[in-house]
């Protein structure tokens, strides 16, 4: 084993030719060539093929041509993934305060949570928002990031906002249950809200959001991702739910509002980002770089 590091070091660090290594070590230049050979078998030297990158700018720009994007956000992969999210949260934050939309709704997820943690930090003040709402009901996990009311009543809070809660679970038994929350005044307002908003703070998930939230959500086996509690398949079409239990935005909802912010945490697969992305429902995507890499790849 060290004869084979030492020929890979004059070889591959050193830059020595094999005929120089032979009259080096006193062997034949053959055997230089085979010790070569079993360095790389046995992973002493491993041999990598980098193709050149795109730089930021061009990946941004490719993905908003490809998508129909007004906007993509690349991120660092050089850093762990609760700082990816991290950053991603706090452009959120900085985005929310350039655009500032007169109404405003809150998806949940890694995202959403690190935001309103930031938010314990910033000192109420008064912007022009004016109405904030949650997307989808509430989880009962013990996570914060899928409370969706509390995370409504801390960002409303900090930016002088009215808050609107939705006070349901996301999940019911059973249709005729949620039927009953859907004929309420309450729910009906809510659901007028939605169809005026200006912005939209969605989470792209995976399907394993349903062990997240501690409910099985409905789906089959095209499913794969959710955007506010919003089923699609590979190619972008909303995948209708058997039994419609789930409150939620619906999809046609988010279709109109002019501006929809996707928050891709680290660890969303392709396939989601994808099916997200072809629903034609996001207008800006804050994501990490290789994950834009592998998209455009595909």
Not at 67 to 82: P, R, Y
Request: a negative charge; one cysteine or more.
């Amino acid at each position: 084993m060290e004869r084979l590091t030492r020929v890979a070091h004059l070889y591959y660090e050193e830059d020595k030719t094999q005929g120089e290594i032979a009259a080096l070590m006193n062997i034949s230049r053959p055997l230089v060539s085979r010790i070569l050979q079993e360095a790389r078998d046995v992973g002493i030297v491993e041999i990598r093929v980098h193709r050149p990158a795109c730089d930021r700018e061009t990946l941004q720009e490719h993905l908003c041509q490809q998508f129909g994007l007004q906007e993509a956000v690349l991120f660092s992969d050089e850093e762990s993934s609760a700082r990816i999210d991290h950053n991603i949260a706090k452009r959120m934050l900085e985005f929310l305060e350039e655009r500032q939309p007169e109404y405003l709704g809150i998806g949940w997820g890694s995202i959403i949570g690190t935001a309103t943690r930031l938010l314990d930090r910033v000192p109420p003040h008064d912007t022009a928002i004016r109405s904030v709402c949650p997307l989808v009901g509430n989880s009962s996990v013990s996570s914060r990031q899928y409370h969706s009311d509390e995370n409504v009543r801390i960002i409303a809070a900090c930016y002088g906002a009215q808050p609107v809660f939705l006070h349901a679970p996301v999940f019911y038994q059973d249709e005729a249950e949620r039927n009953l929350l859907y004929a309420t005044r309450h729910y009906q307002d809510v659901n007028r809200l939605w169809d005026k908003l200006d912005m939209a703070l969605v989470g792209v998930h995976d399907t394993t959001i349903e062990r997240d939230v501690g409910y099985p959500m409905e789906r089959n086996s095209r499913t794969v991702g959710h955007l506010a509690g919003n089923a699609y398949d590979r190619n972008g079409s909303i995948v209708a739910p058997e039994r419609n239990c789930i409150v939620h935005i619906p999809a046609e909802h988010l279709t109109h509002c002019r501006c929809v912010v996707g928050l891709c945490a680290a660890d969303v697969s392709p396939a989601a980002l994808l099916g997200a992305l072809r629903t034609g429902i996001l207008t800006h995507i804050f994501l990490r770089e290789s994950l834009a890499e592998t998209l455009l790849e595909e």
